[in-house]
C-alpha cells in the first residue's frame, strides 16, 4: 500500500484542471471500434450510448467486428447500421478472438483519433470527447477511460471488484498527474491516435497493457482521463471471475517478459511505477506460497509456527467458505473480501503456471452479462 500512498501525497500537490471543451471548435473525426461475440444482451444499450453521445455526428464513425455471432447481435446490428450510415458491421463465418478482429478492423480505420471499447461497456454522453480531448489538447498519445463497475443484482463478489475497479482508477488517475502516465489502460474504453496503435501478436492476451507498454516504450504520454465516464457490468459470480483472472495473469506475464527492459531503471521513472503498481502484485500469490513453506518448516525448531502455519492453512480455505457464502447469498464483508483476494491470487498463481508451459490460448468465450 506504500506505492498508493505515495502517488496520492504526490498527486494531491498538482491542479487538476476541468477540461475546457470550447477549446475545440472543430472536433477531428473519431472512429469508435470494437469486436463482439454473442452479445445480444448489451449490444442495443451500447450501441445507443454511442449513438446518443455529445460528439458530432458527422465525425463519428463506428466500426463492429462480429467473430461468428450466432445469436442476434448481427441482426441487430445491421438494423443500427439501415438507420445510421457512420455505423459499419464486419462479420466473421468462424472463430477468431478478440486480438485477430481489431488487428484486422484498425487497417479499416480511415480516422487519425480511434477509440477501442467492449460491447458491455457503455458511455456517458461526453465520454468521447472527453477521450478525444486529451489527445488533441493534452498531446496525449493513449488515454485511458474512467470505467466504473455495476451490478443490477449486488450478489457475490460485486463489492469486492467495485471497490477493486474504483481503487485502481484513483491509483491511475494519481499517476497520470504526477508522472504523465499510467500503467496500463483499460481495454474497455481508452483512445489512441493510429499512428501509435501498434498491431499485437499473436498470444498476447492482454493487448490493452501491450499497447501501453509499447507507447511508453517510445516515451509517449498515457493519460488517465475521469471525465471519459463509462460503465461496465461486474461478474457476480466467483468462479467466473476467477477463470478471468487466470486468463488476465497469463497475458501479463507474456507482456512482462516481453518488456521486460521497461523496468529499468527500477528505481525511477516508469520502471519504479511498473514494478510498484503491477510486476510486485503479480508475485504476491508467491509470497504467500513462500512464507507458508517456511513457517512449515520453522515449526520443527519452533511450535510457536505451527499456530502460523494454522492460520496461512486456513487463509489458502478461506475462499472454499466464501464460494459456499456466495450460494446460500449471505455477505460477510471482511470474510467475503479475504477469501475474495486469496482466490484471485490463486488466479494469478495458475496464470503463471500457464505461462511457463506456454500456453497458447488466444481466444475465450465472454462471460454471462450481468445486465
Request: no cysteine; charged share 20%.
Given at each position: 500500500?506504500?506505492?498508493p500512498w505515495l502517488m496520492k501525497t504526490r498527486a494531491s500537490k498538482i491542479a487538476h484542471l476541468k477540461n475546457n471543451y470550447s477549446k475545440i471548435t472543430d472536433w477531428p473525426p473519431v472512429t469508435v471500434v470494437f469486436s463482439v461475440f454473442n452479445e445480444e444482451k448489451v449490444i442495443v444499450r451500447k450501441l445507443e450510448s454511442i449513438i446518443h453521445s455529445d460528439y458530432p455526428k458527422d465525425k463519428l464513425h463506428v466500426l463492429v467486428g462480429s467473430d461468428n455471432s450466432t445469436d442476434t447481435t448481427n441482426t441487430v446490428i445491421e438494423e443500427y447500421a439501415a438507420k445510421y450510415p457512420f455505423i459499419t458491421l464486419i462479420k466473421k463465418t468462424n472463430r477468431n478472438g478478440k486480438l485477430k478482429i481489431i488487428n484486422e478492423l484498425i487497417d479499416l480505420t480511415t480516422t487519425e483519433h480511434l477509440v477501442f471499447t467492449d460491447a458491455n461497456v457503455f458511455f456517458e454522453l461526453n465520454t468521447i470527447k472527453a477521450l478525444v480531448y486529451n489527445l488533441v489538447e493534452k498531446q496525449a498519445q493513449l488515454v485511458c477511460g474512467n470505467i466504473h463497475k455495476f451490478s443490477p443484482k449486488n450478489e457475490g463478489i460485486s463489492d469486492q471488484e467495485i471497490f477493486y475497479m474504483n481503487f485502481e482508477n484513483q491509483l491511475k488517475h494519481n499517476e497520470s498527474l504526477h508522472y504523465g502516465f499510467c500503467v496500463g489502460v483499460e481495454g474497455g474504453c481508452y483512445a489512441?491516435?493510429?499512428?501509435?496503435f501498434v498491431k499485437v501478436p499473436d498470444g498476447f492476451l492482454m493487448d490493452d497493457f501491450f499497447i501501453t507498454l509499447d507507447v511508453i516504450s517510445k516515451k509517449g504520454k498515457v493519460l488517465f482521463e475521469p471525465e471519459a465516464l463509462c460503465y461496465e457490468d461486474v461478474n457476480d459470480a466467483p468462479m467466473i471471475e476467477f477463470k478471468r483472472k487466470i486468463r488476465i495473469s497469463l497475458g501479463n506475464f507474456r507482456n512482462l517478459k516481453y518488456y521486460k527492459y521497461l523496468l529499468f531503471p527500477i528505481n525511477k521513472g516508469?520502471?519504479?511505477?511498473f514494478f510498484?503498481?503491477?510486476?510486485?502484485?503479480w508475485f504476491t500469490p508467491f509470497a504467500i506460497v513462500f512464507s507458508l513453506v517456511c513457517s512449515l518448516i520453522l515449526t520443527v525448531y519452533y511450535p510457536f509456527f505451527k499456530w502460523i502455519s494454522l492460520t496461512?492453512?486456513?487463509l489458502i480455505l478461506l475462499p472454499v467458505l466464501t464460494i459456499l457464502l456466495e450460494k446460500i447469498k449471505l455477505k460477510i464483508p471482511f470474510v467475503n473480501a479475504l477469501g475474495h483476494f486469496i482466490l484471485m491470487n490463486f488466479a494469478l498463481l495458475l496464470g503463471y503456471f500457464?505461462?511457463?508451459s506456454a500456453s497458447h490460448e488466444s481466444a475465450w468465450e465472454p462471460p454471462k452479462r450481468n445486465v
Open positions: 500500500m506504500v506505492f489512441i491516435k493510429k499512428q501509435n516508469f520502471g519504479f511505477a510498484s503498481h503491477k510486476v510486485l502484485r496461512y492453512i486456513l500457464k505461462f511457463i
